[in-house]
Structure formats: C-alpha cells, structure tokens
C-alpha cells in the first residue's frame, strides 16, 4: 500500500505539472501494483484518468479492457473497445470492433456492435469473423431484411448450387417475413430455377405473390 500510495502520488504530481512523460511512466506501474494488490478499481482508475488527458494510449485502452474483463465488466469492456475502434485503423480496428461485439453480447447489448461490423464490412466484405457476428446482431433482432441481404451475399459466393439454392431459398423467406415481398420474387424464383419443385420456396413464393396481388 504505500508503494501504491507513493505511485499515485507521483502520478498526481505529474499530472498536476502537465509532465506528460513522467506520468506516462507512472501510470502502468501503479495499474501494475495495484492489480497484484488484488485492487483492479483502483488500476482502471489510473488508467482512466491517463486515457482521459492522452485518448490515443490504446495500450493503456487495451490494459484497461483485460481488467475489466477479467472482472466481468462487460458494459466497461465494451465501452472501452468502443473506444478502441474509433482510435484505431486498419487490422487494429478490426480486432477492436470485433472485441466490442463479443463484450457487448456478454453483456447483453449486442447491438451496441452492430454500427462497428456493419463499417467493418463496407471496407473488407469478405471478413468471415464480421459477416458471423453480422448475423448474430441481426438474429438477435430480429432484423429479417438484413439477415435475407446476408443471405443473398452467402448465394453469390457459395461454392456448390445446393448451397447456393439454400441460401436463396432463404432470402426470400426472410424478405417475406420482412414485409417486403418483391425482393422476395428474384431469389425465390432463382432457388425454384436451381431445385424445381422445391417445397418450401415454391409455399414462400406462394405467399410473396399473394401480397403482391399476384395470383394468376
């Protein structure tokens, strides 16, 4: 306790004096400390107040995550990921912004991540990790429009017609439990080209030409 107290001190006194680089040097060997001392609180303090006067440390962003995941902080993991995404480019925020949709779906929040992915996704389409977790947002909501334009995305790059045909049957179903049963003709009448007579489509198809008013 009094090397922390001495710690916080100096780390105070830094502070106090703008040294930027002696409070720098403080700051994790008193997280350091005060971790081993059992007092994670008072290391994500410090780390706070760092990350507070010097918002682009993203390793001391990233120690702060560590502790309050390894005391199932999971609001204050996201946050902090959060944090992280907006701070960080290229693979970094990547690894970031998946970090926040797993520490977001721990604490019960899953679609705080949904604006991070979807940004992800714009720039790098073929992400395997981004498009699962996609998908999990969307389940989670119940968002059937996106989930049937995931579904369409998974047709065009499906390596064998039987998968193509499943995932197009798909995006008709959710595009009819979307409401929107236009979109729903094309990949329903695709899936009936690739499989004809296929059961479920043909029923989906069905019921997407009778909201249209289409039924001759």
Do not use: M
Not at 37 to 46: K, L, P, V, Y
Not at 78 to 104: N, T
Not at 178 to 195: I, W, Y
Request: contains cysteine; proline residues 3%; glycine residues 4%.
């Amino acid at each position: 306790p009094l090397l922390l107290d001495a710690l916080e001190a100096l780390r105070e006194d830094a502070a106090g004096r703008d040294d930027r680089d002696a409070e720098r040097a403080a700051t994790p060997r008193l997280a350091q400390l005060a971790v081993a001392a059992g007092d994670s609180a008072r290391a994500c303090a410090a780390l706070e107040a760092w990350a507070a006067r010097e918002p682009g440390d993203t390793e001391s962003l990233r120690t702060r995550a560590t502790l309050h995941a390894d005391a199932a902080r999971w609001d204050a993991v996201a946050a902090v990921y959060q944090r992280l995404a907006d701070a960080c480019e290229g693979e970094e925020k990547v690894d970031a912004v998946l970090r926040l949709a797993e520490a977001s779906e721990r604490a019960e929040k899953l679609g705080a991540a949904r604006e991070g992915l979807e940004a992800i996704f714009r720039e790098q389409p073929e992400n395997a990790p981004v498009r699962a977790w996609r998908r999990r947002v969307y389940t989670a909501r119940d968002a059937h429009a996106e989930l049937a334009e995931l579904a369409l995305e998974d047709a065009r790059h499906a390596p064998a017609e039987a998968i193509r045909c499943d995932r197009l049957r798909q995006a008709g179903k959710l595009f009819v439990l979307a409401g929107r049963n236009e979109d729903a003709v094309a990949p329903l009448e695709s899936a009936l080209k690739l499989r004809a007579g296929d059961h479920e489509s043909t029923v989906a198809l069905t019921d997407a030409y009778i909201a249209l008013g289409n039924i001759d």
